[in-house]
């Protein structure tokens, strides 16, 4: 049976584009749906700041008038200058098990992006790091977090049929928060606070946070400048992820750590995990999902590791020791038990290295493919 490729060219087929994965992922207890209105504002040209540096378009595949799949093509132009590439990428893809229906939806976006020039593609990447990216390649039996891609087994089977290769990897830690904090971050902790006059912000408030925001994704552009495909913020998207993240955070669950001149030389921004919350609300705000998250903002043991990051100046001299330092002795006052990591690129020695202080355990594998034409 023939498949059709329609592109998304209406609001009302946008949200059919970002529904399709609650069909796909009903009663899946893994999956984690996003928040719909979120997911509207990234695809948005007219709401989301990358467009002054991106093209994108979404596509959806049908078979006898029944959804079947969906993909975004993005070409992030100052990606591809800073990493001296031309890759188109993919996101936002999903597809039932049928071979046919996923080589159709890469076969669009790759050839829309041999139409721009383009001599490559990869993905699941987003229009920026702070997007989902990487497609599930182990843990498909673990639950999945906000913010981070899960997709059926059989996904990672067709990207291989299809020729792609890996890229990169991302790789999250689960880990049991200990009673007492380990020796050597405390230790290294102290010395660091003495040797480098670093401190650590006194938050109680969110407006005790909210003048150390732009400072903080300021110095974020530093931290993550050589990561896997990144590109700087610009000043348009620091003001929104300020608005997305500062908006609900828990200072207590907020590590900022200054140096002498009031700069933010490292931070760490968790939060209480959303996941089973957002399955209760499956993605809406409205009209009572906003209870089920309110709850689990305010009574939950268990957190999650959303962005973690230290100045360049600083890392691998134990700043990033007084991060964990303050969390984990905010997570034993506020009866934390477990934490989970955001993905990290498994290369990413700097930022990894810290959990073998702990009992941890990778739980979950993500991959950027990449096929060149």
């Known amino acids: 049976m023939e498949i059709e490729i329609r592109k998304v060219t209406t609001r009302k087929e946008l949200k059919r584009f970002i529904l399709f994965q609650l069909g796909l992922y009903k009663g899946n207890p893994f999956w984690c749906p996003p ?28 078979r006898e008038g029944l959804p079947v799949g969906r993909i975004a093509g993005i070409i992030n132009h100052k ?20 071979p046919a229906v996923s ?35 182990e843990g498909f039996e673990e639950m999945s977090s906000m913010a981070a891609i899960y997709n059926y087994q059989y996904y990672p089977e067709h990207m291989v049929n299809m020729g792609f290769g890996k890229g990169a990897d991302w790789v999250q830690y689960d ?37 150390y925001a732009r400072k903080t994704f300021t110095m974020l552009n530093e931290a993550f400048n050589d990561l896997y495909g990144f590109a700087a913020l610009s000043e348009k998207q620091i003001d929104l992820f300020i608005k997305q993240y500062f908006g609900f955070i828990r200072p207590e669950f907020v590590s900022l750590v200054l140096d002498d001149k009031d700069d933010v030389i490292a931070f760490g921004i968790t939060l209480p995990e959303l996941t089973t919350a ?65 993905p990290q690129l498994e290369d990413n020695l700097k930022a990894i290295s810290i959990w073998k202080n702990y009992n941890s355990r990778v739980y979950i594998r993500r991959r950027c493919w990449v096929k060149h034409f």
């Open 79 to 98: 990606a591809n200058q800073r990493w001296n590439e031309n890759l188109v990428r993919f996101g936002w893809i999903d597809f039932i098990d049928d």
């Open 175 to 211: 880990m049991e928060v200990p009673d007492v904090i380990p020796e050597k971050v405390s230790r290294s902790a102290e010395i660091v606070m003495e040797k480098y006059k670093l401190r650590k912000l006194a938050a109680k408030k969110s407006k005790d946070i909210r003048p």
């Open 278 to 342: 957002l399955q209760k609300c499956n993605g809406r705000i409205f009209p009572f999902g906003f209870l089920h998250l309110l709850r689990a903002l305010k009574k939950n043991d268990t957190i999650h590791m959303y962005l973690i990051g230290v100045r360049p100046d600083h890392q691998n001299k134990g700043a990033l020791a007084l991060v964990y330092y303050s969390l984990h002795k905010s997570y034993l006052e506020h009866g934390i038990t477990r934490a989970t990591t955001h």
């Open 103 to 137: 080589a159709k939806l890469i076969e669009t976006v790759a050839e829309w992006g041999r139409g721009k020039g383009m001599t490559g593609i990869q993905g699941p990447l987003g229009f920026t790091d702070m997007d989902p990216e990487g497609m599930l390649i």
């Open 35 to 62: 928040l719909i209105f979120d997911e509207l504002n990234t695809l948005r040209k007219d709401k989301n700041p990358a467009f002054e540096y991106c093209e994108a378009e979404y596509w959806m595949a049908y």
